[in-house]
């Protein structure tokens, strides 16, 4: 089994940012890794993601302004969100695919307010 743990998110104003982290309890050496967000009443959806081979993906609505990154030493997958609106308030979710196996993170709140 694979544990993921997302940290750090919290309250930022518009136009700050935040660098979210998932720390997974195994290796994330060559595995695809996402980060999917979710508000309440909406479907989850894919904010960014990197295959193994490390091609990156980002939503149109994030695009230019977020970047995925792995740290295959400390083990964790980060978004890093610049320029954030209240649009990107949601509780986001870190997911990888170890072993042909999807887990997913037990998600972090965004808030992006005044």
């Known amino acids: 089994q694979v544990q993921l743990a997302e940290s750090g998110g919290g309250l930022v104003q518009p136009g700050g940012s935040l660098r979210l982290s998932c720390a997974a309890s195994?290796?994330?050496?060559?595995?695809?890794i996402a980060w999917y967000r979710q508000v309440p009443e909406k479907q989850r959806e894919l904010v960014a993601s990197?295959?193994?081979?490390?091609?990156?993906w980002y939503a149109d609505s994030v695009e230019g302004r977020s970047t995925i990154s792995r740290d295959s030493g400390k083990n964790t997958a980060d978004l890093q969100m610049n320029n954030l609106n209240p649009e990107d308030t949601a509780v986001y979710y870190c997911?990888?695919?170890?072993?042909?196996?999807?887990?997913w993170g037990q998600g972090t709140q965004v808030t992006v307010s005044t």
């Open positions: 997911y990888v695919i170890s072993g042909g196996r999807p887990y």
């Open positions: 195994r290796s994330i050496f060559n595995i695809y």
């Open positions: 990197m295959t193994s081979g490390g091609i990156t």
